[in-house]
């Protein structure tokens, strides 16, 4: 979970690019310092460098690198789908088969 400082930095940085304004460490600096939060000198700088000639915009709606692809949309019918008739499910109420049973192979046998 991310500490404070690194909220704090984070939160002036969303403001700075929300009015459009260059994010600087200087402005940073100002800006949690103004919120009255105490944070390390690297912060500022660090998110400075980071987001130095990049667009914030981009940047949150491009959705971030480390989750999955979207998953491809489904192809639907126009026309709703009937309800499968009761038979097919009883065939596919088949009994379980016994997986518990001991078949001797057990790994500190």
Do not use: H
Not at 25 to 34: G, W
Not at 59 to 76: D, E, H, N, R
Not at 87 to 99: F, H, L, Q, T, V
């Amino acid at each position: 979970m991310a500490d404070v400082s690194e909220l704090a930095v984070t939160y002036a940085a969303l403001i700075l690019a929300d009015d459009n304004v260059a994010i600087t460490a200087d402005k940073l600096s100002k800006l949690v310092e103004a919120a009255g939060v105490t944070v390390q000198p690297f912060w500022p700088a660090l998110f400075a460098r980071v987001l130095a000639g990049k667009k914030v915009d981009d940047i949150l709606l491009s959705g971030g690198g480390g989750a999955a692809p979207a998953a491809a949309p489904v192809a639907t019918s126009a026309a709703p789908a009937k309800e499968a008739p009761k038979e097919e499910k009883k065939k596919k109420e088949e009994p379980k088969e016994e997986e518990d049973e001991d078949m001797g192979l057990g790994l500190f046998d």
